[in-house]
């Protein structure tokens, strides 16, 4: 691939990107678009888990294999290297497209607090949630994170530099803000319905375990006693919460 091809290939995943985390929003949320996690005519509920929990694996399998520096190293031997984190992007949004599209809706309501203090109270959460998601991709390195360094430095010939381990910020409250932004996103509903329990229940589990046994895996092998100390010091996912350690 010639450099502005995979720029632009980057670019494009960028793009595809914000459209896809702007639609997450709205499918959680049931807010504003066409198919909500909500949404539709409930068909038969032993096929609809299945369906669901076999859309919630694929994207866990492509977010588990895919992040992983030894597939990286197999992977960037077919693919430039430089389009390595733009394919990674392209291949969520795919994972998260096949969500919107064929989530089964099971609309029974497990609690219903819609116009009362404690519903506010849970909208207002549920965009704290998505602020915190944001504003931590921002604290380790966004740019990064979406391949848009790596496809500018490819640009301009270079190499980007690496991301640098971050201690700061709410990265000085928890070890993992953005899963904390989600988790806060994905469970803080004035109406949580069979279906969005099923949902929070899965990405919960998936992001606990992905979290400790792979992420963190992965971290203090490329870091070290450094990684090490800080996992010591600083919880999982809830400020001053050491369960999560
Ligand atoms: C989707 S981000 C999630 C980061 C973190 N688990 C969180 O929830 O905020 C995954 C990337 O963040 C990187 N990462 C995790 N913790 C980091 C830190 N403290 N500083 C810099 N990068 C970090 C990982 O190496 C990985 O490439």
């Known amino acids: 691939m010639g450099r502005s091809i995979i720029f632009v290939y980057g670019i494009a995943a960028y793009v595809i990107f914000l459209a896809t985390f702007l639609y997450s929003i709205g499918f959680v949320g049931n807010i504003l678009v066409p198919k909500s996690i909500d949404s539709g005519v409930q068909g038969p509920v032993g096929v609809s888990v299945a369906i669901n929990l076999a859309l919630l694996s694929i994207f866990a399998l492509q977010h588990s294999v895919m992040a992983r520096p030894a597939f990286k190293r197999v992977w960037t031997k077919i693919i430039p290297k430089a389009a390595e984190r733009s394919t990674y992007i392209w291949m969520t949004c795919a994972a998260l497209i096949l969500i919107f599209v064929f989530w089964q809706p099971l609309p029974t309501p497990i609690w219903s607090a819609a116009g009362t203090f404690a519903g506010t109270a849970l909208s207002a959460l549920f965009w704290v949630g998505w602020l915190v998601v944001l504003a931590s991709t921002f ?39 953005i899963m904390t932004g989600f988790l806060i996103a994905f469970w803080a509903t004035p ?20 979290v400790r046994h792979l992420e963190e895996t992965d971290l203090i092998a490329e870091i070290g006693d450094d990684y090490l100390a800080y996992r010591r010091d600083v919880p999982a996912f809830v400020p001053g919460f050491r369960w999560g350690r």
């Open 139 to 177: 604290m380790i390195d966004h740019f990064d994170l979406f391949g848009l360094k790596q496809i500018y430095a490819n640009l301009r010939t270079r190499v980007a530099t690496q991301p640098e381990f971050m201690k700061t910020g709410l990265y000085r409250l928890v070890r993992h803000p």
């Open 191 to 210: 109406i949580m319905t069979v279906g969005h329990l099923l949902f929070a229940v899965v990405t919960t589990g998936y992001i606990v375990i992905a």
